[in-house]
């Protein structure tokens, strides 16, 4: 039973362009959400998070959105630039609840100059 | 230089044999966290602890085991039990377990022959 679900496997813009990653989840207790960023045989890096009292957050060129009653946050890139080339994670976490972060499968972002 | 150290980046043994993965952070964090990535399957929660001397299982614990004797230090040992141990694995520490950012190692690649 996949909590985090991230639909698309891929995602191919072009330079200067907008990149929306998309996440979807279907625990409500869910209340904290957090992007990373990773590079083949690294480890994730953290991104950007958004805790539920909001529905945006933004941070340079990354803004985060979430929509409580759809369950859905969205990951909006702009403008994509080739280093942003990386798989990106969703996650989340229950402040109160289950001590863990639980992961989607990643989207692989490619961003062609 | 805080961070989160693991080690080593490679590791081959061969089939039978336990192999133990060391991580070790020095960001004074309560909670660490073991989590394995697949191809296509994201990262997958192995094991975590939010204090030491404690730690709880996570989604896919069978065949792996993990002490928390030092604040520090989390490491994880492979058994003969896990059926399929080839993977790349990650592990995490952040300040407090729940709605904290996760910090991530490099990873360890561990192979077996």
Known sequence: DQQ???NSPSLSVQEGRI???NCDYTNSMFDYFLWYKKYPAEGPTFLISISSIKDKNEDGRF????????????LHIVPSQPGDSAVYFCAASSQGGSE???FGKGTKLTVNP | DGGITQ????LFRKEGQNVTLSCEQNLNHDAMYWYRQDPGQGLRLIYYSQIVNDFQKGDIAEGYSVSREKKES????????????TAFYLCASSMRAGATEAFFGQGTRLTVV
């Open chain 1, 4 to 6: 985090v679900k991230q």
């Open chain 1, 19 to 21: 990149s929306i990653l």
């Open chain 1, 63 to 74: 803004t985060v959105f979430l929509n409580k009653s759809a369950k859905h946050l969205s």
């Open chain 1, 100 to 102: 863990k972060l639980v």
């Open chain 2, 7 to 10: 080690s080593p980046k490679y």
């Open chain 2, 74 to 85: 989390f490491p994880l040992t492979v058994t003969s039990a896990q059926k399929n141990p």
